[in-house]
């Protein structure tokens, strides 16, 4: 086993990962989560579940909900004046077990399209907060729960092997572009987003047929420099929409040079004349 990592500063980790014990890139550990494991299904009730953008987009397509649907139906989204970006949680089940409404007795029902929070499952990772010049990398913990009976099995892993086992670079790569989104320098001395902005951001993030829709039907594409393939594009491939509403993230909240609109467009040609 490795040396363990340089430990991140406590007070600095989220409130859910304190205590827990990080990873290094080499360390093991035991874990199995299948019908032979005699808490099977049991971890997948009254928990609070985040969903990032990809997580909300593959849900809704895999139920054939568009994303606000989607969004409505299955959903909460918590408002503390601590959160400087929104935060979209899956809701429970209503019954008294408060069952992930996705759950079966054979497993998940939705198990392809499942959250990145379940896939990643026992282990967590947290985004250090932004520092002016640094580059914050993914730091990584093992969640040792009493409730799961999985870590008592011997199949041993590390954090690298058990991300290609879930599948996970697939969707970080697709989601790069909102890890630099909340990990943005300009939220470094406790800057939040206004009301208008959390608006754009959920929107753009989270609800992308609705940001698809105003891209689309608005001005939009008259305003901005985009090209005829781009738009045609947009039309129909939701990860190509992502990303782009990753870029437009960037231009619209942090004010970086990621879009051009037309009359700047305009304005360098007609300064070349």
Same mark, same amino acid.
């Given at each position: 086993?490795?040396?363990?990592?340089?430990?991140?500063?406590?007070?600095?980790?989220?409130? =859910?990962?304190?205590? !827990?014990?990080? @990873?290094?890139?080499?360390?093991?550990?035991?874990? =199995?989560?299948?019908?032979?494991?005699?808490?099977?299904?049991?971890?997948?009730?009254? %928990?609070?579940?985040?969903?990032?953008?990809?997580?909300?987009?593959?849900?809704?397509?895999?139920?054939?909900?568009?994303?606000?649907?989607?969004?409505?139906?299955?959903?909460?989204?918590?408002?503390?004046?601590? @959160?400087?970006?929104?935060?979209?949680?899956?809701?429970?089940?209503?019954?008294?077990?408060?069952?992930?409404?996705?759950?079966?007795?054979?497993?998940?029902?939705?198990?392809?399209?499942?959250?990145?929070?379940?896939?990643?499952?026992?282990?967590?990772?947290?985004?250090?907060? =932004?520092?002016?010049?640094?580059?914050?990398?993914?730091?990584?913990?093992?969640?040792?729960?009493?409730?799961?009976?999985?870590?008592?099995?011997?199949?041993?892993?590390?954090?690298? !092997?058990?991300?290609?086992?879930?599948?996970?670079?697939?969707?970080?790569?697709?989601?790069?572009?909102? !890890?630099?989104?909340?990990?943005?320098?300009?939220? %470094?001395?406790?800057?939040?987003?206004?009301?208008?902005?959390?608006? =754009?951001?959920?929107?753009?993030?989270? &609800?992308? &047929?609705?940001? !698809?829709?105003?891209?689309?039907?608005?001005?939009?594409?008259?305003?901005?420099?985009?090209?005829?393939?781009?738009?045609?594009?947009?039309?129909?491939?939701?990860?190509?929409?992502?990303?782009?509403?990753?870029?437009?993230?960037?231009?619209?909240?942090?004010?970086?040079?990621?879009?051009?609109? %037309?009359?700047?467009?305009?304005?360098?040609?007609?300064?070349?004349?």
């Amino acid at each position: 086993m490795s040396k363990p990592p340089e430990e991140q500063p406590v007070d600095e980790l989220p409130e =859910a990962l304190k205590g !827990r014990r990080q @990873l290094g890139p080499k360390e093991t550990f035991c874990f =199995a989560c299948n019908p032979d494991v005699p808490c099977f299904t049991d971890c997948c009730r009254d %928990i609070n579940i985040m969903l990032t953008p990809v997580d909300v987009l593959r849900m809704a397509r895999k139920v054939g909900l568009t994303t606000g649907e989607f969004l409505d139906t299955h959903t909460l989204l918590p408002i503390t004046k601590e @959160l400087h970006l929104p935060v979209v949680m899956l809701k429970m089940g209503a019954d008294d077990e408060k069952r992930c409404p996705f759950v079966t007795d054979k497993g998940c029902g939705i198990y392809e399209s499942r959250p990145w929070s379940c896939r990643m499952y026992p282990v967590a990772s947290a985004m250090p907060p =932004a520092r002016a010049g640094v580059q914050p990398e993914t730091l990584h913990f093992l969640s040792e729960d009493d409730f799961c009976k999985g870590r008592t099995f011997d199949t041993e892993w590390t954090v690298e !092997r058990w991300r290609a086992d879930q599948n996970i670079d697939e969707q970080e790569e697709l989601e790069a572009g909102f !890890r630099g989104l909340v990990s943005h320098p300009w939220f %470094i001395g406790g800057r939040a987003l206004n009301a208008k902005q959390m608006e =754009a951001f959920f929107t753009a993030c989270y &609800d992308l &047929d609705n940001f !698809r829709r105003f891209v689309l039907e608005s001005s939009f594409t008259s305003r901005f420099v985009m090209a005829d393939s781009l738009v045609e594009k947009l039309k129909t491939d939701d990860e190509e929409l992502l990303r782009f509403a990753y870029r437009w993230m960037r231009f619209a909240l942090f004010g970086e040079p990621t879009m051009q609109t %037309i009359a700047e467009a305009e304005g360098e040609a007609d300064g070349k004349d």
